[in-house]
């Protein structure tokens, strides 16, 4: 049975959803989901759960994301990417130093408005069913953080530009360029985007779907694939006693151990190496509890 983290490379002209049951087929799984959707023209780090590790999908849905970018600028599309229909084209071509410029004005908190081809809902329907429609409706601004954006390249004659954007959870990056060209009055449109991270799981770490069948025919899959506490690296491991450990496994409310004094999330083994769950240590007071956060035994 496997279970742990697989970091896949997702490739171009791929649903997140496609790649997931190309997976289940691949590892013989059902249990599994991932973190993070990507459009089909993305590609890059899709952190997806296996077996038990599924339970911990929800920690990493939160976590900021990086990637490499591409935008054409003088064009502007339905779908803020080159994959939609053309609205507009302009002969105005900005240079580097414009849109570097540019960039300053997008970092930090800001409000971006969700695309009309994306997956939120607007009174029970997902936004892209309404886009097909050719029904646009309006969309509250919503504020995400761009952590960092950097200019990297020019190509195409000074008229593409690649960024490397670091953000939290929620930022459109085809929005972020769409709006980057409506700010320099040309408009512009996402002509790729790659995902370098995702939390703790970059790129270096992924593996192609290629890579994936080829160790699933070898009977090595499991080689691929990190253990769920891989994701909680950044939090301290406290290991238990055998009477803690069945405490643990019945449900019993456990105590931390006398040597452990950190307060707040915490990684909990038993002595045989097993992870057991993510704890929440309140090593403060008479009861010095490790309140149970998500099992994984």
Request: proline letters at 5%; hydrophobic letters at 40%.
């Amino acid at each position: 049975m496997l279970n742990g983290i697989l970091v896949l490379d997702k490739p171009s002209e791929w649903t997140s959803f496609d790649a997931i049951a190309k997976l289940r087929g691949l590892l013989h799984e059902r249990r599994i989901g991932h973190a993070g959707t990507l459009d089909p023209m993305a590609t890059g780090v899709l952190p997806v759960f296996v077996g038990k590790a599924t339970r911990a999908c929800e920690y990493l849905m939160c976590a900021d994301k990086e990637y490499l970018a591409r935008f054409i600028t003088g064009v502007t599309t339905d779908t803020q990417d080159v994959t939609g229909t053309v609205l507009s084209r302009s002969e105005s071509a900005p240079g580097p130093e414009a849109v570097r410029a540019a960039l300053s004005r997008f970092t930090g908190d800001i409000l971006q408005i969700p695309p009309m081809y994306s997956a939120i809902k607007k009174d029970g329907k997902k936004l892209y069913e309404l886009a097909r429609r050719g029904i646009e409706v309006e969309r509250a601004p919503r504020p995400v953080t761009v952590k960092s954006l950097e200019l990297t390249d020019c190509l195409e004659g000074g008229r593409e530009f690649e960024i490397k954007v670091t953000c939290s959870k929620g930022t459109y990056v085809r929005t972020l360029c769409h709006d980057i060209g409506a700010y320099l009055g040309c408009g512009a449109a996402m002509s790729a985007l790659r995902r370098l991270r995702t939390g703790v799981f970059t790129i270096e770490r992924a593996y192609t779907l290629a890579q994936v069948e080829q160790a699933a025919r070898d009977g090595k899959a499991q080689s691929l694939i990190s253990p769920v506490d891989s994701l909680f690296q950044v939090y301290p491991a406290v290991t238990v006693g055998e009477e803690t450990e069945r405490a643990l496994r019945n449900g019993a409310p456990i105590f931390c151990p006398e040597d452990f004094m950190q307060q707040g999330l915490c990684r909990v083994y038993a002595r045989s190496g097993e992870f057991l769950m993510l704890g929440d240590a309140q090593p403060d007071g008479a009861a010095r509890m490790i309140n149970r956060m998500k099992n994984f035994y």
